[in-house]
């Protein structure tokens, strides 16, 4: 019942995600290319506009890491995998997501780190004057998404990545 429940905010997590990197994208298409027009026709540069694209790159980039966990497009040395006997693919299927989740939960301990010391230091973007901890909060969320995702995998007896026997 509880593995139900979970995978359903995962998968609302997922939608949701997926949506907001479309607009993201979306966005930082029209800054860039809107930085690039007034640059080389109107001879005019949108300082903030190359700052803030930066900004939405870091976040759909990290994002995008999620999106690609979540329908299982990570690259994998599947080649490996598929060359062992069978008792040793499962033992891979285990070992890949115990240490997927050791790093997962590395990195969002560190990005947590990461964001408080920016915030605790009060540094601040040069061009949008908002605080950086903005960009670095990417990483965290990220991370902790694809935790959900990787205990979802546990709890529903999925692989996090894509092995078809041929």
Do not use: C
Request: aromatic letters at 12%; glycine letters at 6%; hydrophobic letters at 60%.
């Amino acid at each position: 019942m509880r593995a139900n429940m979970f995978e359903k905010i995962t998968i609302t997590f997922g939608l949701i995600v997926e949506k907001l990197t479309v607009v993201l994208v979306g966005i930082l298409l029209v800054m860039v290319f809107f930085n690039v027009f007034a640059r080389y026709v109107l001879k005019v540069g949108i300082g903030w506009a190359e700052e803030f694209s930066m900004l939405l790159f870091v976040w759909v980039t990290f994002l995008g890491t999620y999106l690609a966990l979540r329908s299982k497009s990570h690259l994998a040395l599947i080649f490996l995998i598929k060359k062992l006997p069978s008792n040793l693919k499962i033992v891979s299927r285990y070992l890949i997501i115990i240490l997927s989740l050791i790093l997962a939960v590395s990195v969002f301990i560190g990005g947590v780190g990461f964001v408080l010391n920016t915030i605790n230091l009060a540094q601040k973007t040069p061009m949008l004057g908002i605080s950086a901890a903005w960009a670095y909060a990417s990483i965290p969320v990220s991370f902790f998404l694809m935790i959900m995702e990787i205990l979802k995998a546990i709890l529903t007896n999925q692989q996090i990545i894509k092995i078809e026997d041929n």
